[in-house]
């Protein structure tokens, strides 16, 4: 992000370009520099979660890193 003018302005010709297509919403506003509302936005979501997001990503992440055959199944799973 540069700063807020070149912020907000990018923002309105993303908009004016979204206004000219059918069935395309406008990006909303959430200030100059979107980094910390997304940030806290994110944090108040994992908080909220009923379990431990740190354990649940770890869990998951040797969950594919220890067999070769589940780490293939996610490399075909990302590419479709």
């Not at 000219?20 to 990006?27: G, R, S, T």
């Not at 869990?59 to 293939?72: I, V």
Request: with cysteine.
């Amino acid at each position: 992000m540069d700063g807020p003018a070149v912020n907000l302005s990018s923002l309105k010709l993303i908009n004016e370009q979204f206004s000219k297509e059918d069935d395309v919403l406008p990006l909303v506003v959430i200030g100059t520099c979107s980094l910390h509302q997304v940030h806290t936005a994110i944090r108040k979501g994992v908080e909220s979660l009923p379990f431990d997001f740190d354990v649940f990503v770890n869990d998951l992440f040797a969950w594919f890193k220890l067999s070769s055959a589940r780490r293939f199944d996610y490399v075909d799973v990302q590419r479709e």
